[in-house]
C-alpha cells in the first residue's frame, strides 16, 4: 500500500502535520517568564520617557521666566537710564520755580519775563515725556516713603501742612522726595511752642 511505503496511511497524514504545527506554535509562543519581562522593560521605559518630558517642561519654564526676567531688566535700565540727568536739572527747575515766583507785578508783563516762563514749560514738558512728574504733598497725609519731614507745624496732625522743596518721581520710582512741613495738630503745636519758649526764658532769667 501507498501509506505503508511512506510509514504513514493516508488517513494518519493530517495528523501528523497537525502535530508538527502544535510542536512549531510552542517554539514561537513566549513563555511567561518572558512576557513578565517585556512588561517590566516597557514599564521601566515609560517611566523614563516620563521623566524626560517632565524634564523638558520644567526646563523650558525656566528659560521662559529667565527670558521674561531679562526682559524686564532690561526695561528697568530703558527706563530709569536717564534718572541721574533728571535729578541734575531738578535744581535748574528749582530756580526757574522761585525765579518766576519772586517776579513783581510791574515786570510780569515785560517780554523777557514772558519769555523765561516758555523756557520753564518746555523744560518742564521735556521732563514730562521722559516720565517726570510731580508728588502731591500739601494736605496730603504725610507718607515717609514719598515725604521728607523737616519739622512740625500748626495744623491737622499728620497733614502735610507745607511744601519746602518739590519732589518728584520717574515713572513709578521715587527719585527726590518732597521736603513738607507736617502737621502736628493744635496741642502739639502749643507744646512745641512752650519748649522752644522755655530756654529764652531762662536765659532771660
Known sequence: M???ERGLTSEEAPSAAEGQGDIEAEQVAPEPDDVASLRKALAEEKARAESHLANWQRAQADFINLRRRHEQ???EVTR???ATLLLSLLPVVDDLERALASVS???AGMTWVDGIR???RKLQATLETQGLSEIKAVGEPFDPHIHEATMYG???EGIVVEELQKGYKLHDRVIRPTMVVVGKG???TEQANKDSAEPCQDKGE
Do not use: H, T
Open 186 to 188: 493744635r496741642e502739639g
Open 2 to 4: 501507498i501509506g505503508d
Open 154 to 156: 500748626e495744623g491737622e
Open 105 to 107: 507785578p510791574k515786570l
Open 73 to 75: 531688566e532690561r526695561d
Open 80 to 82: 530709569f537710564a536717564n
Open 118 to 120: 516758555l523756557i520753564y
